[in-house]
Structures are given as C-alpha cells and as structure tokens.
C-alpha cells in the first residue's frame, strides 16, 4: 500500500525530540518493513527542507510552511495555509491510506477520499483538541485509557458515535533497548561521575508544566536538609531550533532559581541526548524525577527510566494514576515537594533500583511490538467512513452530573489535572464521591447545594454530564 502519514512537529534524519516523533518513527519504519511505501509530510525548519529517508520504504518530506518553533503553528499567512492544503493534496492524490499523528491537520476535507486514521498525541495543546473535534476518520487512536475518558467527557459529548470509532493503543516501549545499560559513552556527552555523584535525572523538555522548578525545589531539601553534597540534577537544553523567547525567559526564571538556592554546582543543562545513548542516561541516574502538572497522555520517560532500572518518583497526575498499579510506582500528591524529597532521600540511601514485579508488568502490558502490529492493524484495515453526527445535548436538572475524569479526590482536596490546582468541593464534593453514577441539580437543590454553587463547578470543568452518550465508564 501507499500510505501518507502526515506530522506539525518538524523531523529530523537522526535526532528525536520527543515521545511523539520517537512513535510516529517506529510506526513508519515498521510499515516499510512490511512491504508498503510511507511518506511522511512533516514540518520544515530553516535549512533542514530536503527529502530524507528513515527507511528504504519511509520517506520524510520537511517542506510544509507552518510556524516554527512552537507553539501557534498556525499563526501563519493565509497563502501559507493554501500552501499547506496544496502540498498535503499532492501527496494524498496516490495514497491508499492517510494517517494524521496527533490529530493536528485542521483541514479535515482532505482526507475525504482516503480512508482515515487520527491519532491523538496529548490532551493539552489547542491544534491537538480542535483537530479531535474536527475528527471524520474510520478510527481515532488513543494512547491510555485516561485519554478515551477525556476525549468522550469532551468531544463525544456532542458526537455519541465517536466512542465506536476509538481503537486504545497503549505506547509501547522497546525492553530490548530500554533495560539496565552500564554507562559508558554517555560520560563523555555529561560531565559526571557515577561513582563520586548522586545522580538525579529530570529527562525532560523545557515546558514549566514538566516539572523543573519542581526538581530543583526537591534538589534544595536533598542538598541543604538531607546532606547529599555530591548531588547532581541533570537536566537537557532544548534544541536551538526550537527556542523562543518565552523558553529563554523560563530558563532565565530557571537560573535565577539555582542561584538563589544556592544550587549552581548541582544543577547540569546538558545537551539533548542521542536516542542511542537514552539507555544509558537513565540507567547512569539514581533517580528520575517527573513532578510537573502537564497532563499526560503517557509519558514515556517514566517507564523507560524504570526500564532501565532507575526508580522514577513521579507526580500522581493524569495517566500516572493507572499505568501501573501503585505498589509498583513512587508517586506522590503533585506540588509536595517534601514528600517527593523524602522518597528521593530514601531512595539514594537504600541505593533501590526499580523492582523485578515493576519490570515484569511492564513488559507484559507495553510492549513495542504490539503497539507496532495494533496500529498496522488500524491502519492498514482503514475504510472509508461516514461522518459523524453532531447531536447537541440538552442539560436540565434532571441530567446527571459527574467528576471529570480529569479530576480526582485526594488529602488536599479535589485536584484538576488540568489547571494543576486542589479544591474544596464541600458537599457536593462529598455526594460525587460517594455516588459515582452522578448528581443531578435536582438532587443537589435537594441536598442544600445551590444551583450557582453546581453550575460554577461545572463551568470550571470539576464536573461534567454523566450519561451513555458522554461518558462510557
């Protein structure tokens, strides 16, 4: 088959810049490995616009003119945006199958004569929400079970036979390569010592929803509280290609922050790691932090750290609440710096690596290869589908109401993944709790709760409209 795969994150020859690109690879070179012809339309960056190959059978075409770096990859000309539609029109004239990765391309006529698949890659940026709104395809992959929750208290909300469309396709992580790995070419990249230093990896991009001020936060408690003057906190720069103004005034509030911690010695931006090398990154750290708000779809860095044998203390957001069951993950209240420091502590001083229960569930629920024979499944078997009907629901007192599945009850009060912030509900708090099926306005009245105490947790997103055609438990 011909299959057109289209990308708004740029690509490059040899460099992965994330989650997103790492699976839309392994996806590609996996269907050019079965016979059939990939080409892959991506995003181009100055300098970088020549035709490159992934694989005999997967070509990578970085020539559409959306914005970069990110965000607003859309803020561009309207001829720009011609040129978009143009440049995707001809590479979909042969194809026999298209598939759209993170759900991105806001040009849905498109894809019209081509049977259709989307996946959605987060739950955050605005491109990603609208494209899943503007979803037609034969099917939309979701990447947890968190997601499929999101995107039907959301989009199905208004398109009921969407959920029939869904096809979760956990990620799936390659334990050949991501396992314990002895550190060696990786000193070299990294100014540090293993055997003199503990070692604290936050492998991730530079967004403040990743959880950087929270590390360092936790560096300050483990180097002035607990003793650990040998402490490095390992840290990756982001591309040059990809810096804005708003990155450098992060790294700026970043810098300012170590200094005044009194941090500078323990703190290391490094460059961003080879793939190959990514092994032997995390299996180098004692620990990895990943304490931010950002509302995950994933988040791969986690497992593949525990893969490689480094415990991961993890903030307990998004799909970090059901990847793995919580005796076998370190997880903590996001925002509880001393919790996450005491974990840490103990961790570096009973020198724990990640369990063999903790390895063996991974590898038996993400495996790469069936992510990799799932979405040649999906993909290969697309046909052409129909659209969806938009059906506008009506809410009245009678119509239940629920948490949000992005929502969820803890000592601090009800936490919403999304505005990364804990709240008391009161009773109506309470009474979701404890009937799960939902509360209608009626029964709220009914309980002493009024009608513009409910309708302002519902217009804050704490709580939305509970029935077949919203929400499929």
Same mark, same amino acid.
Request: hydrophobic fraction near 40%; include cysteine.
């Given at each position: 088959?011909?299959?057109?795969?289209?990308?708004?994150?740029?690509?490059?020859?040899?460099?992965?810049?994330?989650?997103?690109?790492?699976?839309?690879?392994?996806?590609?070179?996996?269907?050019?490995?079965?016979?059939?012809?990939?080409?892959?339309?991506?995003?181009?960056?100055?300098?970088?616009?020549?035709?490159?190959?992934?694989?005999?059978?997967?070509?990578?075409?970085?020539?559409?003119?959306?914005?970069?770096?990110?965000?607003?990859?859309?803020?561009?000309?309207?001829?720009?945006?011609?040129?978009?539609?143009?440049?995707?029109?001809?590479?979909?004239?042969?194809?026999?199958?298209?598939?759209?990765?993170?759900?991105?391309?806001?040009?849905?006529?498109?894809?019209?004569?081509?049977?259709?698949?989307?996946?959605?890659?987060?739950?955050?940026?605005?491109?990603?929400?609208?494209?899943?709104?503007?979803?037609?395809?034969?099917?939309?992959?979701?990447?947890?079970?968190?997601?499929?929750?999101?995107?039907?208290?959301?989009?199905?909300?208004?398109?009921?036979?969407?959920?029939?469309?869904?096809?979760?396709?956990?990620?799936?992580?390659?334990?050949?390569?991501?396992?314990?790995?002895?550190?060696?070419?990786?000193?070299?990249?990294?100014?540090?010592?293993?055997?003199?230093?503990?070692?604290?990896?936050?492998?991730?991009?530079?967004?403040?929803?990743?959880?950087?001020?929270?590390?360092?936060?936790?560096?300050?408690?483990?180097?002035?509280?607990?003793?650990?003057?040998?402490?490095?906190?390992?840290?990756?720069?982001?591309?040059?290609?990809?810096?804005?103004?708003?990155?450098?005034?992060?790294?700026?509030?970043?810098?300012?922050?170590?200094?005044?911690?009194?941090?500078?010695?323990?703190?290391?931006?490094?460059?961003?790691?080879?793939?190959?090398?990514?092994?032997?990154?995390?299996?180098?750290?004692?620990?990895? #932090?990943?304490?931010?708000?950002? &509302?995950?779809?994933? =988040?791969? $860095?986690?497992?593949?750290?525990?893969?490689? +044998?480094?415990? *991961?203390?993890?903030?307990?957001?998004?799909?970090?609440?059901?990847?793995?069951?919580?005796?076998?993950?370190?997880?903590?209240?996001?925002?509880?710096?001393?919790?996450?420091?005491?974990?840490?502590?103990?961790?570096?001083?009973?020198?724990?690596?990640?369990?063999?229960?903790?390895?063996?569930?991974?590898?038996?629920?993400?495996?790469?290869?069936?992510?990799?024979?799932?979405?040649?499944?999906?993909?290969?078997?697309?046909?052409?589908?129909?659209?969806?009907?938009?059906?506008?629901?009506?809410?009245?007192?009678?119509?239940?109401?629920?948490?949000?599945?992005?929502?969820?009850?803890?000592?601090?009060?009800?936490?919403?993944?999304?505005?990364?912030?804990?709240?008391?509900?009161?009773? #109506?708090?309470?009474?979701?709790? &404890?009937?799960?099926? =939902?509360? $209608?306005?009626?029964?709220?009245?009914?309980? +002493?709760?009024? *009608?513009?105490?409910?309708?302002?947790?519902?217009?804050?997103?704490?709580?939305?409209?509970?029935?077949?055609?919203?929400?499929?438990?």
């Amino acid at each position: 088959m011909r299959i057109t795969m289209f990308s708004i994150n740029p690509l490059y020859p040899n460099v992965i810049t994330g989650g997103a690109s790492k699976h839309l690879r392994s996806v590609a070179i996996h269907l050019g490995e079965l016979g059939h012809h990939v080409r892959i339309m991506c995003t181009r960056i100055e300098g970088s616009d020549t035709r490159f190959l992934w694989h005999p059978n997967v070509e990578v075409h970085p020539v559409l003119p959306f914005k970069q770096p990110f965000p607003q990859p859309y803020a561009i000309s309207g001829h720009d945006m011609a040129q978009v539609v143009q440049l995707m029109g001809d590479a979909l004239h042969d194809a026999d199958r298209f598939y759209v990765h993170d759900g991105e391309l806001l040009f849905p006529f498109l894809s019209e004569r081509v049977p259709t698949v989307v996946s959605l890659r987060d739950n955050v940026y605005p491109e990603t929400l609208h494209g899943g709104f503007l979803f037609r395809g034969h099917r939309l992959i979701l990447i947890s079970e968190y997601s499929r929750k999101f995107v039907l208290a959301t989009m199905g909300r208004f398109f009921p036979a969407l959920r029939e469309r869904i096809v979760v396709i956990h990620n799936g992580i390659d334990w050949d390569t991501f396992r314990p790995t002895p550190p060696r070419d990786i000193l070299s990249v990294i100014p540090v010592d293993p055997t003199k230093h503990k070692i604290v990896i936050h492998p991730h991009r530079p967004e403040e929803s990743k959880g950087l001020l929270q590390t360092i936060a936790v560096a300050d408690l483990l180097v002035h509280r607990c003793g650990w003057d040998t402490l490095r906190v390992l840290a990756p720069k982001w591309l040059e290609s990809q810096n804005t103004p708003e990155l450098l005034d992060f790294y700026a509030r970043v810098q300012a922050d170590i200094d005044r911690r009194g941090l500078t010695e323990h703190v290391i931006f490094h460059d961003w790691v080879p793939s190959a090398l990514m092994p032997e990154y995390y299996a180098m750290g004692d620990v990895s #932090l990943s304490l931010g708000s950002f &509302a995950e779809t994933f =988040g791969n $860095s986690v497992y593949e750290s525990l893969g490689c +044998g480094t415990p *991961a203390v993890v903030a307990r957001v998004t799909t970090h609440r059901e990847l793995l069951p919580p005796d076998l993950i370190d997880t903590v209240d996001y925002a509880d710096t001393e919790a996450a420091a005491a974990l840490v502590d103990d961790i570096l001083r009973t020198g724990r690596r990640t369990s063999q229960a903790t390895l063996d569930y991974l590898r038996t629920h993400y495996g790469v290869q069936r992510q990799l024979d799932a979405y040649a499944n999906v993909i290969l078997n697309a046909e052409h589908s129909t659209p969806l009907i938009y059906r506008h629901p009506v809410l009245n007192d009678d119509t239940p109401f629920r948490l949000a599945p992005w929502c969820v009850p803890s000592v601090r009060g009800v936490y919403h993944d999304f505005n990364a912030t804990y709240a008391d509900m009161g009773a #109506l708090g309470r009474l979701l709790i &404890a009937q799960r099926a =939902g509360i $209608s306005r009626r029964q709220a009245r009914e309980s +002493g709760i009024a *009608a513009a105490e409910f309708d302002h947790w519902f217009e804050a997103g704490y709580i939305v409209p509970n029935s077949d055609a919203f929400i499929d438990e």
